[in-house]
C-alpha cells in the first residue's frame, strides 16, 4: 500500500468523531497527521441542571512518516510521544483519562525496533488517579509488508490501523 492511500484510509477512519489536521510541527518535529477526540460524560439527579458528577475523556492520535524506521526512530519517537503528554495534557478535577497514540508508517523496521516498540510502556497518573491518568500506545505500520507491530496498550487499537477498509463494519 501507498502511503497516501494509508492516510486516507485513516482519514475516512477517523473524520467522523475526530478533529484531523495535517503537516504541522510540534517541538521542533514534523507531523504528518494529528487527530483529537474528546467526550464528556455527565450524571445528573432530577434534571440536567442538577450535575452529581463529570467525567472527560481524550484522545490523541500523531502520525508520523518514516522511510526505514530504525531503533532511534522509535526512541526519538517515543521520547516525542512522553514529552506530549507530560506537557500538553493539563487534567483538572473532571479529567478522567488521555490516550496519547503514536503511530510510526515506513516501508522497512530494524528489528530491535521491533523490540523497542513491543516493550515500550508510559503511564502517567494526576494526583494519585484523582485527576485521571494517561497512556501512551505505540504503534508501527508497514506499507511494503501490511506489518502492524503495537506495544501491550496499542493492542487495543489495532484493528482501527489495519489495512482493509473493512473498520467499522459488521460481518453477516
Not at 495535517?22 to 477526540?37: E, G, P, Q, W
Amino acid at each position: 500500500m501507498k502511503y497516501e492511500e494509508y492516510i486516507d484510509l485513516l482519514i475516512s477512519k477517523l473524520e467522523r468523531n475526530f478533529t484531523i489536521e495535517r503537516d504541522i510541527v510540534i517541538f521542533d518535529s514534523k507531523i504528518d497527521l494529528t487527530a483529537k477526540f474528546s467526550n464528556t460524560s455527565v450524571r445528573t439527579f432530577i434534571t440536567k441542571n442538577d450535575i452529581i458528577d463529570r467525567y472527560d475523556n481524550y484522545e490523541h492520535i500523531y502520525v508520523k512518516r518514516y522511510d526505514n524506521v530504525t531503533e532511534k526512530d522509535v526512541v526519538t519517537f517515543g521520547q516525542f510521544l512522553k514529552r506530549i503528554s507530560d506537557e500538553y495534557i493539563k487534567p483538572d478535577k473532571d479529567h478522567m483519562s488521555t490516550f496519547i497514540t503514536g503511530v510510526l508508517i515506513g516501508n522497512h523496521i530494524d528489528q530491535n525496533a521491533i523490540k523497542i516498540i513491543e516493550k515500550f510502556n508510559y503511564r502517567k497518573a494526576f494526583c494519585f488517579y484523582l485527576k485521571g491518568w494517561c497512556d501512551v500506545r505505540l504503534v508501527y505500520a508497514g506499507l511494503d509488508d501490511n506489518k502492524l507491530i503495537t506495544n501491550k496498550d496499542g493492542k487495543k487499537v489495532k484493528k482501527l490501523y489495519e489495512f482493509g477498509n473493512d473498520f467499522g463494519q459488521r460481518e453477516h
